[in-house]
């Protein structure tokens, strides 16, 4: 299983808000490592979507936002549309394993 | 723009080895690392390894360490993956990205190549 915990699945109706968990330990999120976020759409190679907990590249809509607090984060996205469906995984550095290391990744349903 | 164009399919033996390429362009090849990342069908990303492409200094994921090798041709900005005594389990996507130097983090993809291993 993956170092870092994602739940596999969540979904929405269109506009409204969810939120993806990430929780890891205290040689990964917890020891201070920044966590990111991807965005895989269907077919595709994963894009940054967050980086350093809560920023946005260029390009992001503002309706994505992290956070990270004690040894989780969490992605949240707002006003779900249906072009969000993708896979969304996180993705910190670990000192134990001392390696990069992803959640299992979550698949959002847009209904 | 920033341009990470890797080679093509691949289909391997067990046993053989695969090298996959990653040209990179749009930006100064030096100032960035480069991460191999794989996906395996219907499953998650899984970190292999990161380059250094200043230095050569490289860091391998210790499930890989021995059997995988990482390296750069600053010459052509590409850089090399190279995975040995593959078994079907290695059947994925690989990617590369270029990672943002003192960050852990790939702000650009490669379109990924498939490796399929099959006898």
Same mark, same amino acid.
């Not at chain 1, 915990?5 to 999120?29: D, E, K, Y």
């Given at each position: 299983?993956?170092?870092?915990?994602?739940?596999?699945?969540? %979904? &929405?109706? $269109?506009?409204?808000?969810?939120?993806?968990?990430?929780?890891? !330990?205290? #040689?990964?999120?917890?020891? *201070?490592?920044?966590?990111?976020?991807?965005?895989?759409?269907?077919?595709?190679?994963?894009?940054?979507?967050?980086?350093?907990?809560?920023?946005?590249? %260029? &390009?992001? $809509?503002?309706?994505?936002?992290?956070?990270?607090?004690?040894? !989780?984060? #969490?992605?949240?996205?707002? *006003?779900?549309?249906?072009?969000?469906?993708?896979?969304?995984?996180?993705?910190?550095?670990?000192?134990?394993?001392?390696?990069?290391?992803?959640?299992?990744?979550?698949?959002?349903?847009?209904? | 723009?920033?341009?990470?164009?890797?080679?093509?399919?691949?289909?391997?033996?067990?046993?053989?080895?695969?090298?996959?390429?990653?040209?990179?362009?749009?930006?100064?090849?030096?100032?960035?690392?480069?991460?191999?990342?794989?996906?395996?069908?219907?499953?998650?990303?899984?970190?292999?390894?990161?380059?250094?492409?200043?230095?050569?200094?490289?860091?391998?994921?210790?499930?890989?360490?021995?059997?995988?090798?990482?390296?750069?041709?600053?010459?052509?900005?590409?850089?090399?993956?190279?995975?040995?005594?593959?078994?079907?389990?290695?059947?994925?996507?690989?990617?590369?990205?270029?990672?943002?130097?003192?960050?852990?983090?790939?702000?650009?993809?490669?379109?990924?190549?498939?490796?399929?291993?099959?006898?």
């Amino acid at each position: 299983q993956s170092v870092l915990t994602q739940p596999p699945s969540v %979904s &929405g109706a $269109p506009g409204l808000r969810i939120t993806i968990s990430c929780t890891g !330990s205290s #040689s990964n999120i917890g020891a *201070g490592y920044d966590v990111h976020w991807y965005q895989q759409l269907p077919g595709t190679a994963p894009k940054l979507l967050i980086y350093g907990n809560k920023n946005r590249p %260029s &390009g992001v $809509p503002d309706r994505f936002s992290g956070s990270k607090s004690g040894t !989780s984060a #969490s992605l949240a996205i707002t *006003g779900l549309q249906a072009e969000d469906e993708a896979d969304y995984y996180c993705q910190s550095y670990d000192s134990r394993l001392e390696g990069w290391v992803f959640g299992g990744g979550t698949k959002l349903a847009v209904l | 723009q920033v341009q990470l164009v890797q080679s093509g399919t691949e289909v391997k033996k067990p046993g053989a080895s695969v090298t996959v390429s990653c040209k990179a362009s749009g930006y100064t090849f030096g100032t960035y690392g480069i991460n191999w990342v794989r996906q395996a069908p219907g499953q998650g990303l899984e970190w292999l390894g990161w380059m250094s492409t200043s230095n050569g200094k490289t860091n391998y994921a210790q499930m890989f360490q021995g059997r995988v090798t990482m390296t750069t041709d600053t010459s052509t900005t590409t850089a090399y993956m190279e995975l040995r005594s593959l078994t079907s389990d290695d059947t994925a996507v690989y990617y590369c990205g270029r990672v943002v130097t003192g960050y852990y983090r790939m702000d650009y993809w490669g379109q990924g190549t498939l490796v399929t291993v099959s006898s």
